[in-house]
């Protein structure tokens, strides 16, 4: 079955430092979705990709679908403290289930 | 800005009794899903519900699980029988249409079995 990779499973980054967390999947996908957990909460929707080689940002997050549409990611320029949770990809294979695979995250902790 | 809201936030039962979580999906969304977060692990899709019946359900979902919407609001989950390794965080989460859009998460119940 689709298997959806994330690394790193965690990054310590001091505030100001960039923060880079990478999503692969064994199969090709439709499209890909990104949520953020804070500690303690639920997962919150981010965005979604669907086209290949799309870029999207919001404010000091970059958001990357790969030309292949297998890989994506997400780079936080500037880390705050604010930033501080566990970013989840979750993927949607091209031509099967409806339902996203998510990912195991990636928690950041950012040190002031 | 509307809500999923899920009760209780935290339940604990003995080992082998049945438990019901609840959760109202936000009112216009017609998709709506179980998730189940071991902790410290990813999220873990359940189930999906749409038309009053189950459209998808993971390998997790077995015999011991149910869904229902007794009512135009309320969207169940039933555990029957439960395990010590059915302790976990279960969120609902709902969509406006397919699990393509954005899902809509609530705040989650906190399951511990005894």
């Known amino acids: 079955g689709q298997q959806v990779m994330q690394i790193p499973q965690y990054q310590h980054v001091q505030e100001g430092e960039d923060f880079t967390t990478y999503c692969n999947s064994s199969t090709t996908l439709s499209n890909i979705q990104w949520y953020k957990q804070r500690p303690g909460g639920h997962p919150v929707f981010l965005i979604q990709?669907?086209?290949?080689?799309e870029v999207k940002k919001q404010k000091r997050l970059t958001f990357q679908f790969g030309e292949a549409k297998k890989n994506s990611s997400l780079h936080i320029t500037a880390t705050q403290t604010t930033d501080v949770g566990t970013y989840f990809c979750a993927g949607r294979e091209a031509g099967g289930s409806y339902i996203p695979t998510f990912g195991r995250g990636t928690s950041l902790i950012v040190h002031p | 800005e509307p809500e999923v809201t899920q009760t209780p936030s935290h339940q604990v039962t003995q080992m082998g009794q049945e438990v019901i979580l609840r959760c109202v999906p936000i009112s216009n969304h017609l998709y709506f899903y179980w998730y189940r977060q071991i902790l410290g692990q990813k999220v873990e899709f359940l189930v999906s519900?749409?038309?009053?019946?189950?459209?998808?359900k993971s390998e997790i979902f077995d015999d011991q699980f149910s869904v229902e919407r007794p009512d135009g609001s309320n969207f169940t989950l039933k555990i029957r029988s439960t395990k010590l390794e059915d302790s976990a965080m279960y969120f609902c989460?709902?969509?406006?249409?397919?699990?393509?859009?954005?899902?809509?998460f609530g705040d989650g119940t906190r399951l511990s079995i005894l």
């Open positions: 989460a709902s969509s406006e249409t397919g699990a393509s859009q954005p899902q809509h």
């Open positions: 990709l669907v086209k290949s080689g």
């Open positions: 519900f749409y038309n009053n019946e189950i459209s998808e």
